[in-house]
């Protein structure tokens, strides 16, 4: 540790280290994609590809179809992809892959700048290679998912990057970039919704120039973008966007009430779901707003917490949300300790077999086990150990804010405490 903070990688080792990690990502991603049989893509990708299809008539998926549940990036990011397509003779599918490939190039990037900020020296490189570039989950999504939940985990990466930033005495312009980070992300999704609390970090230092600009990077991209749309099929925008719920009864809490209960009682919970998230939002604000220093540990943690408890505990699953946290989740690992750090080894292994078994076992079955295992019931129970991973990880890191322990881990100390 020593040799590290006194010999730090120079801007070059740095670039290089950039350059090897881009490779790395996109030639990992881009070999199983050229391997891949089709039949073997998930049904996302055949749902983009009658969502293109519509694009390129000139009509409107969200007036057409219920396929589109979000804001409209992914809709445009489809309609360009689709022209390429066209133009190209290549597969809509195979654009696809190699956009989302893209994605993860600037997630793997971002989070090494990121770690480097954090004074992480050489290792940023090998957790962000482990981590993101050779990361088998990182690869299925990508490639044989297809579904775009990795450019809400880069908009919260890019978001957290720049609280933590302010919040170690960064200019106002490090702020604003979190704010359309975050609204960005927001853009692709709602779901980052649920990290606007930590927008308050040190916002008594802020003035109201930076606060209302803030506010209109957050807000008005999806405003803008979803009023055009409202205004174009306001019956279906409303019931298709406003009224979404993902899927219930394949995991979690939803997933077991499902099992025990039936659907009734899935549909009741996911009424107190509205609530409970509420409370969540409320609850975050109040935390993050009161001290007048907040730490970066306490960022990182409390981002993946915020994003992570949504598929842990909410009224629906899907497999990909994963995307959402899983960039976080490797800052939080590198930077963690103790108890912390091992609940996420923890869940990065069980996640791992998880969605090997998923995505490699189930898809290759002969069709009566895969009908077996199709059910609800069927993969709540062996999404089970995931369930339990990600409650052991929301349950310590609970723990570690409510101890004041949401510190980050320098190359040799640690900083803190997580609240001033």
Known sequence: MARELSHPPSRRSDVTNLLILGAVTAGARLAYAAV???????????????????????????????????????????????????HTHVSLAHWIQAFLTGVDVCIVVLTYAFLRYLGLGARAFWIALIGIALNPISILMAIQHGNFDAMVG????????????????????????????????ILAKTVPLILTPLLLVRWREADWGTRIVGLALVVLPTAVGFSVLYALAPHQVAADILQYRSAAGYFGVSGLLSYVGGA?????????????????????????????????????LASVLLLMWIPAFGSGYGAQYIGWFLPLTVVLFATSAGPLRASVAAFGVVALLTYLFEYAYIPNTDPATHAALAPGTASTLYRLPLFLAYVLVIAVGVWTLASGRGDVRGPDRVVGPALE
């Open 36 to 86: 891949l049989p089709a039949r073997l893509y998930s049904t996302d990708i055949h749902i983009w590809e009658t969502v293109s299809s519509i694009l390129q008539r000139g009509e409107n998926p969200y007036a057409t179809t219920p396929l589109l549940y979000y804001p409209p990036f992914w809709m445009q990011t489809l309609y360009f992809l689709g022209r390429l397509s066209v």
């Open 264 to 300: 009734p009682l899935t549909t009741r919970y996911g009424e107190v779901y509205v609530l409970l998230a509420l409370a969540v939002v409320l609850g975050s604000a109040i935390l993050i707003a009161r001290p007048r220093r907040v730490e970066p540990g306490t960022i990182v």
């Open 154 to 185: 880069l908009f919260a990466l890019g978001a957290v990057f720049g609280l933590v930033a302010w919040s170690r005495g960064a200019p106002a312009s490090s702020l604003l970039l979190a704010c359309l980070s975050l609204g960005l992300g």
